[in-house]
């Protein structure tokens, strides 16, 4: 089930979506003080593509650094990556077969927002560390 979702999932947004981070990955790049935003970035244009069977979980080893860097994050790259997800979640939900498309676009909203401090799993290994 996993790859059928994952199948339409890249066809319909997860192809646009991991454009979208990789633009803003370049964008973060060409400065120097801003390539952990870019390496996060880089990182999730990969989830976008392919996220049904992974999943985010918070890093406990994030400090106060990353806090701040989120915060920097969201005004420059964060509201727009989101604001894509909410737009391709809202027109996905239309129809019930993109329901669940839709879904994982909102569940999608807070990795985009605040990147640095999470972590993409897989989720086989979230149940398997509890």
């Given at each position: 089930?996993?790859?059928?979702?994952?199948?339409?999932?890249?066809?319909?947004?997860?192809?646009?979506?991991?454009?979208?981070?990789?633009?803003?990955?370049?964008?973060?790049?060409?400065?120097?003080?801003?390539?952990?935003?870019?390496?996060?970035?880089?990182?999730?244009?990969?989830?976008?593509?392919?996220?049904?069977?992974?999943?985010?979980?918070?890093?406990?080893?994030?400090?106060?650094g990353s806090a701040l860097a989120n915060v920097i994050?969201?005004?420059?790259?964060?509201?727009?990556?989101?604001?894509?997800?909410?737009?391709?979640?809202?027109?996905?939900?239309?129809?019930?077969?993109?329901?669940p498309l839709g879904i994982a676009n909102f569940k999608?909203?807070?990795?985009?927002?605040?990147?640095?401090?999470?972590?993409?799993?897989?989720?086989?290994?979230?149940?398997?560390?509890?």
């Open positions: 089930m996993k790859l059928i979702l994952n199948v339409i999932w890249l066809v319909l947004s997860g192809f646009w979506l991991a454009i979208g981070y990789v633009i803003a990955g370049i964008v973060c790049c060409i400065l120097i003080i801003t390539i952990p935003f870019g390496i996060a970035s880089f990182r999730i244009a990969g989830y976008a593509l392919w996220p049904f069977g992974r999943t985010t979980v918070e890093r406990h080893d994030a400090g106060a994050w969201i005004v420059f790259a964060g509201w727009w990556l989101a604001l894509g997800h909410i737009v391709t979640g809202i027109a996905q939900c239309v129809t019930i077969i993109g329901i999608m909203i807070p990795i985009s927002l605040l990147p640095l401090g999470r972590e993409i799993v897989p989720t086989d290994e979230l149940f398997t560390a509890r």
